[in-house]
């Protein structure tokens, strides 16, 4: 007799597909089988069965400057994640100046550990202030933060022999870098060009950070991470330019991967001719592209050249986003994506550009191993059970009255999708059914992380 058993539906892995029932024992999956009894059964007959979502890019209630924080909370956040059926998130560590890595640490620990619904890593930032503390690298990695972000644009912005001591120190800890990766003296002269003959709409963000150098700046890590001999991440891709230096990396053998976005793959350029804030509301970076470079990605996604797909969530109201009307680059970059993730993604299944398997494995499997979370993203037993009820059919058109995240728009507002969760629970404890959360704040736990590559 098992705690829950979850009863007719048909197990979607990244490996297989298959009707079973799933048993689970004390929040951890026992047995695969059929005819199972559990003190409580959920029946998901004409359901696909799935691993929980794991999102490894997010940014809740994160500080922005100038006052700004993004709008979700941990809480808000968390929620919104599990009743789209992500069931994992890996969001970030910022530390202040003058600070060890372990304090910023704790004390992003202690925002997050009291809100959280379900279950969180933490990347830890490495700036240009973090440089004289590589040293301290080891001691966050055997803290729990197997994963460290570094940046080539904004105040975080590295130079290149900058970020060949940050991946020697990440390497020499066991940690895997993952890289925001711009050309930022091109995109700041192009700014500043801009601004100066009055180009200050936002039709001049994607303008002012060309693709062409997107891909220039993803070749350059990557020769760097070669050089160090480490494997490297490449967060939120968004053209065919930075997409076709991955696929070139992992042909030649080397451990790059690489992930992009639902933004970019429903979203486009044209979007920032809205008038007034309309056009300021999508305004993210990278930037949103052309249709071909939406097409691109899809298909980068089929053939495996890029091998995740998360959501760099990070929302700011339409009042925040109005402070850059009169000047694009003043705008807080950001939308919010993290609700509708794993059925955004789903449409490529429909679309028939790739199996449920790949869909799985963009969603689930491929992150967990990446991010170092041998207990999530797979069905299988011993694993914690993390699983998604998943209705092929029922459709929802996205809109702020649909969604729940903690924001007054969505860039994604009359996106219908088809595939949404019905069921979603996490360590076998039912967390979200049929669009409502009952997950207590604070039930949700930090993940110490050891990440697992080539994936």
């Known amino acids: 007799m098992f705690d829950t058993v979850i009863a007719h539906g048909t197990i979607v892995t990244s490996a297989a597909t298959f009707p079973a029932d799933v048993g689970v024992t004390d929040g951890v999956i026992a047995v695969l089988g059929r005819g199972l009894a559990g003190r409580r059964t959920i029946d998901a007959a004409g359901r696909y069965v799935i691993p929980g979502g794991v999102d490894m890019h997010v940014h809740l209630q994160m500080p922005a400057g100038d006052g700004i ?11 919104a994640a599990a009743l789209g059926g992500t069931t994992t998130i890996v969001d970030f560590v910022e530390p202040l100046p003058g600070e060890t890595l372990l304090a910023a640490l704790g004390a992003r620990r202690a925002e997050a550990d009291p809100q959280v619904v379900i279950d969180y890593g933490l990347h830890m930032t490495i700036g240009p202030a973090e440089i004289p503390k590589l040293g301290q690298v080891a001691a966050a990695f055997a803290a729990g933060c197997g994963t460290f972000k570094l940046y080539t644009a904004y105040d975080f912005r590295l130079f290149d022999g900058q970020v060949m001591q940050a991946f020697e120190a990440i390497r020499d800890a066991g940690g895997l870098p993952v890289i925001h990766a711009e050309n930022w003296d091109v995109i700041t002269t192009l700014v500043g060009r ?8 936002p039709h001049w963000h994607p303008r002012s950070r060309p693709a062409l150098m997107e891909g220039e700046a993803v070749g350059r ?12 991440h490449i967060f939120h891709v968004s053209c065919a330019e930075a ?6 990396a992992r042909q030649r053998g080397l451990p790059i991967s690489g992930e992009t976005c639902p933004q970019y793959l429903f979203l486009d350029q044209d979007a920032y001719d809205a008038p007034g804030v309309e056009g300021c509301l999508p305004v993210c970076s990278p930037p949103l592209r052309t249709p071909v470079d939406q097409q691109a990605l899809w ?11 998360t959501t760099d969530h990070c ?3 339409r009042a925040d986003k109005a402070r850059g009307l009169d000047d694009f680059s003043r705008i807080p970059g950001g939308v919010p994506s993290i609700e509708m993730r794993l059925s955004a993604v789903f449409q490529g299944v429909r679309r028939g550009l790739f199996s449920l398997n790949r869909w799985v494995a963009l969603c689930c499997t491929a992150p967990a191993r990446l991010a170092g979370l041998p207990a999530k993203g797979d069905i299988a037993i011993g694993g914690d059970a993390d699983l998604v009820i998943f209705d092929p059919e029922r459709r929802l058109t996205l809109s702020t009255a649909s969604l729940h995240e903690q924001v007054d728009w969505t860039p994604y507002a009359g996106v219908e999708l088809q595939g949404w969760p019905e069921v979603v629970l996490s360590r076998g404890e039912v967390i979200a059914a049929k669009g409502v959360c009952t997950a207590a704040p604070g039930r ?3 993940l110490s992380r050891k990440p697992q590559f080539p994936i």
């Open 315 to 317: 929302p700011f109201t």
């Open 243 to 248: 997409a076709a230096r991955i696929r070139s």
């Open 444 to 446: 949700g736990r930090f």
């Open 221 to 232: 890590v990557i020769d760097v991470a070669t050089l160090v001999g480490t494997p490297l």
């Open 194 to 201: 801009n601004l100066a003959q009055g180009r200050t709409t």
């Open 299 to 309: 298909q980068a996604l089929a053939a495996g050249d890029l091998q995740v797909v």
């Open 69 to 79: 924080v993004s709008s979700d909370t941990f809480y808000t956040g968390t929620r």
